[in-house]
Nanobody, 125 residues
């Protein structure tokens, strides 16, 4: 299983950025894909997730209304559209996947067995 996150970069506050996660080696349609982030000196935290099938989504309160997660099953890709970025969104963003997740555990990093390498997002003020 391989997850590759890309699309990070350096932007200014208020700008938008789209991250993508390309997955291979797993049955994508039946996989739940989540995004987590880790800022320097802080714990890894949940950002957003999209349940297998794509009908159920969840967001951290800190990004709700600004970020949108979507999936393209034809391309085995999950996207994270990030709008109105703030300096506090600066972190390394990781995508994670799993095929046997239950809804109640989807905000927990420990529930995801597969992880990508991370992509840096830096938002300047």
């Amino acid at each position: 299983v391989q997850l590759q996150a890309y699309g990070g970069g350096l932007v200014q506050a208020g700008d938008s950025l789209r991250l993508s996660c390309a997955a291979s080696g797993l049955t994508f349609r039946s996989s739940t894909i989540g995004w987590f982030r880790q800022a320097p000196g802080k714990e890894r935290e949940f950002v957003a997730t999209i349940f297998r099938g794509g009908s159920s989504l969840a967001y951290a309160d800190s990004v709700k209304g600004r970020f949108a997660i979507s999936r393209d099953n034809a391309k085995n890709t999950v996207n994270l559209q990030m709008n109105s970025l703030k300096p506090e969104d600066t972190a390394v963003y990781y995508c994670a996947g799993g095929q046997s997740l239950i809804w109640s555990s989807m905000k927990s990093a420990q529930a995801y067995p597969y992880w990508g390498q991370g992509t840096q997002v830096t938002v300047s003020s």
